[in-house]
């Protein structure tokens, strides 16, 4: 378990070295992404999201492949930490006040036009989202900071998707915001990162000292090393990058868009 201030907070379990299902049937090969092949969860002030309801538990994993059943996303964990990673850099740019409703609003009724405003609102307005479409059903949860005065914050706010089969449920509420210091959320993500590398460590340590380490399995330790030494150098990376916003296109891009329904609304 990982241990941060309550306000955010990522847990994981990696899936044991003897379970990981290879990728590739006729070649099956196994790399540091599928390595990381486990569960996770983000806590938010309290309330699990990605933790799937018992109901849905039940009915999915009951015919479970010999692992242990648990509420939580079963997927690759390096996916939760890349997506983070990202909106390190791109939703720690501070956003302009006259923008913050904007950002704020999680479905804007955009209109359609093709012009380079139009995208650049459009980028800077879908950067803040986790990314989540390799699930099945997901909550869109979405991150933007704001610096107003002294108080320099990361508003984070989730909504989850009613399933259209009825099979896939939640068990936080359906949706919520959160509001924490951009020094918690920051050091959520340095633990993640942190957690997840140890993790990995001991993992590769393990294949590394074993003579055949998963037999029938095409399996590079060196270059499962040199990787892992590569990511671990991700997370300063995006904290050193600068989005480098064009506040003004954004402007009058929101305004392109936007124009027609408050017009309408006047």
């Known amino acids: 378990m990982i241990h941060t201030d309550p306000a955010i907070r990522f847990r994981f379990g990696l899936t044991p070295l003897e379970k990981v299902i290879p990728w590739g049937a006729g070649h099956p090969v196994l790399h540091w992404f599928a390595l990381t092949d486990g569960w996770y969860c983000i806590d938010l002030d309290g309330h699990e999201v990605l933790r799937y309801s018992e109901r849905t538990v039940q009915e999915l994993r009951s015919d479970s492949d010999g692992r242990q059943p648990h509420p939580y996303v079963d997927y690759y964990v390096v996916r939760l930490w890349e997506d983070m990673i990202a909106l390190v850099s791109d939703a720690m740019e501070p956003v302009p006040q006259d923008l913050v409703d904007l950002a704020a609003d999680t479905s804007p009724d955009w209109v359609w036009l093709d012009a380079p405003e139009a995208e650049a609102v459009m980028t800077w307005h879908s950067a803040g989202y986790l990314y989540t479409s390799y699930l099945r059903i997901a909550p ?24 259209p089969e009825g099979v896939i449920e939640f068990a936080g509420p359906q949706s919520g915001q959160v509001t924490m210091a951009t020094n918690e959320f920051l050091a959520a993500v340095i633990e993640l990162d942190r957690a997840l590398f140890a993790a990995m460590d001991q993992r590769i340590s393990e294949l590394e000292e074993s003579s055949d380490p998963v037999p029938g399995v095409e399996l590079d330790v060196e270059q499962l090393r040199r990787e892992h030494r590569d990511r671990a150098t991700w997370l300063q990376r995006a904290r050193d990058r600068d989005p480098g916003t064009d506040w003004d296109a954004v402007r009058i891009g929101a305004h392109m868009l936007l124009a027609p329904s408050t017009a309408a609304e006047d």
């Open 140 to 163: 869109h949860v979405r991150f933007w900071r704001t610096v107003i005065g002294e108080d320099d914050t990361v508003n984070v706010t989730w909504e989850h998707q009613a399933d």
